[in-house]
Protein backbone atom coordinates (compact mmCIF):
# COMPACT_ATOMS: atom_id res chain seq x y z
CA UNK A 1 0.00 0.00 0.00
CA UNK A 2 1.41 3.45 -1.21
CA UNK A 3 0.27 6.57 0.47
CA UNK A 4 0.49 9.32 -1.07
CA UNK A 5 0.61 13.13 0.56
CA UNK A 6 0.38 16.35 -1.46
CA UNK A 7 1.56 19.88 -0.29
CA UNK A 8 2.51 23.14 -1.92
CA UNK A 9 -0.83 24.45 -3.39
CA UNK A 10 -2.28 28.35 -3.20
CA UNK A 11 -2.53 31.47 -4.88
CA UNK A 12 -0.46 33.10 -7.31
CA UNK A 13 -0.31 35.65 -9.42
CA UNK A 14 0.03 34.76 -13.41
CA UNK A 15 3.67 34.45 -14.05
CA UNK A 16 4.56 33.23 -10.92
CA UNK A 17 5.39 29.62 -9.75
CA UNK A 18 4.47 27.50 -6.89
CA UNK A 19 5.87 23.83 -6.29
CA UNK A 20 3.53 20.85 -5.40
CA UNK A 21 5.56 18.11 -2.94
CA UNK A 22 4.12 14.65 -3.39
CA UNK A 23 5.20 12.54 -0.65
CA UNK A 24 5.65 8.80 0.01
CA UNK A 25 4.18 7.59 3.65
CA UNK A 26 6.32 4.36 4.46
CA UNK A 27 7.95 3.43 1.13
CA UNK A 28 10.08 5.18 -1.37
CA UNK A 29 8.95 5.92 -4.92
CA UNK A 30 11.86 3.81 -6.62
CA UNK A 31 10.04 1.34 -8.33
CA UNK A 32 6.76 3.41 -9.15
CA UNK A 33 5.97 5.56 -12.20
CA UNK A 34 4.70 8.89 -10.65
CA UNK A 35 2.38 10.85 -12.57
CA UNK A 36 0.55 14.47 -11.87
CA UNK A 37 -2.81 15.10 -12.82
CA UNK A 38 -5.04 18.23 -13.03
CA UNK A 39 -8.82 18.92 -12.50
CA UNK A 40 -10.49 22.08 -12.97
CA UNK A 41 -13.76 23.11 -12.08
CA UNK A 42 -16.41 21.35 -15.22
CA UNK A 43 -13.07 20.32 -16.65
CA UNK A 44 -12.11 16.36 -17.29
CA UNK A 45 -9.14 15.39 -15.34
CA UNK A 46 -5.66 15.93 -17.46
CA UNK A 47 -2.74 14.41 -17.55
CA UNK A 48 0.29 17.14 -16.77
CA UNK A 49 3.20 14.92 -16.76
CA UNK A 50 5.18 12.02 -15.36
CA UNK A 51 8.30 10.76 -13.41
CA UNK A 52 9.94 7.29 -14.36
CA UNK A 53 12.59 6.04 -11.01
CA UNK A 54 16.06 7.52 -13.11
CA UNK A 55 14.76 10.73 -13.67
CA UNK A 56 13.49 10.58 -17.20
CA UNK A 57 9.83 12.66 -17.03
CA UNK A 58 7.54 13.07 -19.84
CA UNK A 59 5.23 16.06 -20.24
CA UNK A 60 1.80 17.05 -21.94
CA UNK A 61 2.50 20.09 -24.46
CA UNK A 62 0.31 22.49 -22.50
CA UNK A 63 2.93 22.74 -19.63
CA UNK A 64 5.85 21.71 -21.54
CA UNK A 65 8.88 24.33 -20.92
CA UNK A 66 7.32 25.15 -17.80
CA UNK A 67 6.41 22.92 -15.52
CA UNK A 68 9.46 20.31 -14.35
CA UNK A 69 8.99 17.26 -12.35
CA UNK A 70 12.09 15.90 -10.11
CA UNK A 71 12.73 13.20 -6.96
CA UNK A 72 14.60 13.64 -4.07
CA UNK A 73 17.51 11.60 -3.95
CA UNK A 74 16.10 9.22 -1.57
CA UNK A 75 13.22 9.05 -3.86
CA UNK A 76 10.84 9.95 -0.88
CA UNK A 77 9.32 13.11 -2.51
CA UNK A 78 8.02 13.89 -5.99
CA UNK A 79 8.52 17.50 -6.86
CA UNK A 80 6.21 19.64 -9.47
CA UNK A 81 7.64 22.91 -10.23
CA UNK A 82 5.66 25.07 -12.17
CA UNK A 83 6.82 28.36 -13.59
CA UNK A 84 5.23 31.00 -15.71
CA UNK A 85 1.56 29.79 -14.68
CA UNK A 86 -1.28 31.13 -16.54
CA UNK A 87 -4.83 31.54 -15.30
CA UNK A 88 -5.88 27.94 -17.44
CA UNK A 89 -3.43 25.87 -15.00
CA UNK A 90 -6.03 26.62 -12.19
CA UNK A 91 -7.12 23.29 -10.96
CA UNK A 92 -7.05 20.87 -8.10
CA UNK A 93 -3.53 19.09 -8.92
CA UNK A 94 -3.25 15.25 -7.65
CA UNK A 95 -0.28 12.54 -7.78
CA UNK A 96 -0.51 9.00 -8.76
CA UNK A 97 1.58 6.20 -8.44
CA UNK A 98 1.85 3.21 -10.59
CA UNK A 99 4.11 0.23 -11.04
CA UNK A 100 3.12 -0.79 -14.69
CA UNK A 101 1.57 1.68 -17.10
CA UNK A 102 0.59 0.94 -20.93
CA UNK A 103 -0.94 4.33 -21.34
CA UNK A 104 0.83 7.09 -18.84
CA UNK A 105 -2.23 9.49 -19.62
CA UNK A 106 -4.17 6.76 -18.53
CA UNK A 107 -5.41 7.81 -14.59
CA UNK A 108 -7.49 4.33 -14.50
CA UNK A 109 -4.29 2.64 -14.50
CA UNK A 110 -2.92 4.67 -11.67
CA UNK A 111 -2.81 2.29 -8.62
CA UNK A 112 -2.64 4.77 -5.94
CA UNK A 113 -3.73 8.41 -5.51
CA UNK A 114 -3.17 11.65 -3.08
CA UNK A 115 -5.96 13.93 -1.95
CA UNK A 116 -5.56 16.86 -4.74
CA UNK A 117 -3.83 19.86 -3.91
CA UNK A 118 -5.78 23.51 -4.64
CA UNK A 119 -3.68 25.78 -7.43
CA UNK A 120 -5.49 29.17 -8.05
CA UNK A 121 -3.61 32.01 -10.45
CA UNK A 122 -5.34 35.22 -11.05
CA UNK A 123 -5.30 37.21 -14.32
Known amino acids: QVQLVESGGGLVQAGGSLRLSCAAS????????IGWFRQAPGKEREFVGI???????YYADSVKGRFTISRDNAEITVYLQMNSLKPEDTAVYYC?????????????????WGQGTQVSVSS
Open 96 to 112: AAARVLRGIANGDEYDY
Open 26 to 33: GRTFSSYA
Open 51 to 57: SWSGGNA
